[in-house]
């Protein structure tokens, strides 16, 4: 069982940054992804990262403005989030699982999210 915990959400205005953290409750040897989820739409695939960090991969709307990364001598991954739209506004979730994938059925556990709110 991992427990993960995401943190670093908040508001923001069009044009800003953020920075999300995800916590994993040990350490894993898992792919970590990212998924977003605005209200009334499905989730969506954000970024994945290998377990040792040596692929990523880039929902194409966020391609050249998010970066994944992750520590695994701290059990987290990390989003840096620049040039933030309002399109961007949704609850972000970090999941892992044995499988790098931008499928969400892939990972088999999830934190509980964290809110992403950009203003125009």
């Known amino acids: 069982q991992v427990q993960l915990v995401e943190s670093g959400g908040g508001l923001v205005q069009a044009g800003g940054s953020l920075r999300l953290s995800c916590v994993a409750s040990?350490?894993?040897?898992?792919?970590m992804g990212w998924f977003r989820q605005a209200p009334g739409k499905e989730r969506d695939f954000v970024s994945a990262?290998?377990?040792?960090?040596?692929?990523?991969t880039y929902a194409d709307s966020v391609k050249g403005r998010f970066t994944i990364s992750r520590d695994n001598t701290k059990n987290t991954v990390y989003l840096q989030m620049n040039s933030l739209k309002p399109e961007d506004t949704a609850v972000y979730y970090c999941?892992?699982?044995?499988?790098?994938?931008?499928?969400?059925?892939?990972?088999?556990?999830w934190g509980q999210g964290t809110q992403v709110t950009v203003s125009s």
């Open positions: 990262i290998t377990w040792n960090g040596g692929n990523t």
């Open positions: 999941a892992t699982g044995p499988t790098y994938s931008d499928a969400g059925p892939a990972y088999a556990y």
């Open positions: 040990r350490r894993i040897f898992y792919a």
